[in-house]
């Protein structure tokens, strides 16, 4: 990563390891809490949740959890029972999400009971995609840029995570439509764990979310990496577990770098997953 990141304007950032891992939470000293990740998609029928317990402060900072009772509800009463596979990772082979429906977590450990409801929201699809390149204090810079009109009157959630040369997807931000409901809109999508080069595969997985999941990483991302103890963000599970429970409808997009002078993105065309 260059020193000068300059997408974000000097802000820090916390860098997180990969939405392919599990939640990392530290605390002082307490009694253990659940930490819960769970993101369903409707990218295909294999879902995954991942399961593990705080820990202190000054120690390794993932315990799994293995021998809990997971399950989700749909509203028209088919419940899906996902099987523990070792290290926190509870998975469903053959759950195909539906948009219609709400869909209630249920996870039953240690005499506890832990719930959330999430149902998947609807996708708004892009225009065009293109590249830009950009010389920012004698450096050049990369930009991945969506552009899309955005539905008027309905509050939109976005998430992004990119895969650099087929590596694995990490979260690169949280927005939202709060000052641009119903606007042609472009998302500039940079380098944030590494810059993007000329000749990389970019992969942008773009997904809709709710309110409760935005929030989260939301808070995810703008906490200062700096803090002895940064505080954890806002879940949506009850009995004061942490981590959260969501459904993203989401596209997969590529694009490759190419070294030329700034693109038009209305020329250059998505490549949809």
């Not at 028209?76 to 469903?92: L, M």
């Not at 879940?235 to 997969?252: C, D, H, K, T, V």
């Amino acid at each position: 990563m260059r020193k000068n990141n300059i997408w974000i304007f000097g802000l820090l950032f916390f860098i997180l390891a990969s939405c392919e891992e599990k939640i990392d939470v530290d605390l002082n000293s307490s009694d253990p809490r659940m930490v819960v990740e769970a993101k369903l998609t409707n990218k295909d029928r294999n879902q995954i949740i991942h399961l593990s317990r705080t820990v202190n402060f000054d120690a390794e900072n993932f315990d799994p959890i293995t021998d809990a009772l997971v399950n989700v509800l749909a509203s028209n009463g088919r419940i899906f029972t996902f099987t523990s596979k070792g290290n926190g990772e509870y998975t469903h082979s053959n759950f195909s999400v539906n948009n219609a429906l709400t869909y209630t977590l249920n996870i039953a450990h240690n005499n506890k009971t832990y719930e959330s409801k999430a149902k998947m929201p609807e996708y708004v699809e892009i225009d065009s995609m293109g590249v830009t390149k950009e010389d920012i204090f004698r450096e050049t810079y990369y930009f991945v840029n969506l552009k899309f009109r955005d539905p008027v009157n309905v509050p939109n959630y976005y998430i992004y995570e990119v895969s650099i040369n087929d590596g694995p997807f990490r979260f690169n931000m949280a927005l939202n439509d709060k000052f641009n409901d119903g606007q042609e809109v472009t998302h500039q999508i940079g380098g944030r764990n590494q810059d993007f080069k000329a000749g990389d595969k970019i992969i942008v997985r773009r997904q809709l979310v709710s309110k409760d999941v935005y929030t989260y990483w939301n808070e995810f991302q703008s906490t200062n990496p700096g803090s002895a103890a940064p505080g954890n963000p806002s879940g949506n599970l009850s009995n004061n577990a942490l981590g959260y429970f969501g459904i993203s409808n989401q596209r997969e997009y590529s694009v490759v770098i190419q070294d030329d002078d700034v693109l038009n993105q209305d020329e250059v065309k998505a490549s949809m997953h």
